[in-house]
């Protein structure tokens, strides 16, 4: 006697991902002295045109959402860094960050203007020495879009700091490097695919952050 198949419950169909009303685009890091240093490997000509290609759909968005850059600079004599320090030994092979017309600020490849929002930051984390976290809570943001370099520090530092302050995190696959580039395939797959869904945080592609940012 054949057996009746199982009745499972339908779920509802159509229904899609939205970053909401209050989101912020949050771009990490992306300065000349680091594009520079992996525009030529393969895996950075990709990093580079997806960043541009989410980048100027942004650009195009009316309204436009919040748009963030972060860019980690010292002003000469103020850096606050010991020269022994973990993170002084981090940075020093990329050069010296210093604030001004240099390497550190954001990269030519990508669309900025005078919507957008340039802070300095003094270490990873995105909010470090500048006011992120009251640019957000007086915007009422409530969901942050994350691309950016590198992936295991600035990004995941920045995470983990939003996290902490309640926002709603998307990161987007294609849109985040680690450093150097010949290390991104192991630890993407860690952080990607492992830790931040365990984290219950949102890692998308860039086309579903393309139509989600079309649906807003």
């Not at 045109?49 to 600079?73: E, G, M, Y």
């Not at 960050?97 to 340039?118: C, E, H, L, R, Y």
């Not at 010949?182 to 998308?204: R, T």
Request: glycine share 6%.
């Amino acid at each position: 006697m054949a057996s009746t198949p199982a009745t499972h419950t339908q779920q509802p169909t159509g229904r899609r991902l939205t970053f909401g009303k209050n989101y912020a685009v949050l771009n990490l890091d992306l300065m000349s002295i680091l594009i520079d240093a992996i525009k030529d490997m393969a895996v950075g000509k990709a990093f580079v045109s997806n960043c541009t290609r989410w980048n100027d759909a942004v650009h195009q968005k009316d309204p436009r959402p919040l748009t963030i850059f972060s860019s980690l600079s010292f002003t000469p004599g103020e850096m606050g860094l010991g020269k022994d320090a973990p993170f002084s030994r981090l940075v020093e092979g990329f050069g010296s960050f210093a604030t001004g017309p240099s390497g550190t600020q954001i990269a030519p490849d990508f669309k900025v203007d005078s919507q957008d929002i340039i802070l300095q930051k003094t270490r990873w984390y995105a909010g470090a020495g500048n006011s992120l976290k009251q640019i957000l809570r007086t915007q009422n943001i409530d969901t942050v879009i994350v691309s950016g370099l590198s992936l295991s520090g600035v990004v995941m530092s920045t995470v983990y700091r939003l996290f902490d302050l309640d926002c709603n995190i998307y990161v987007i696959r294609d849109n985040v490097l680690e450093l150097p580039p010949d290390q991104h395939a192991q630890y993407s797959q860690v952080l990607l695919d492992s830790l931040l869904p365990k984290m219950n945080l949102k890692v998308i592609s860039l086309k579903e952050a393309l139509d989600m940012l079309a649906l807003d």
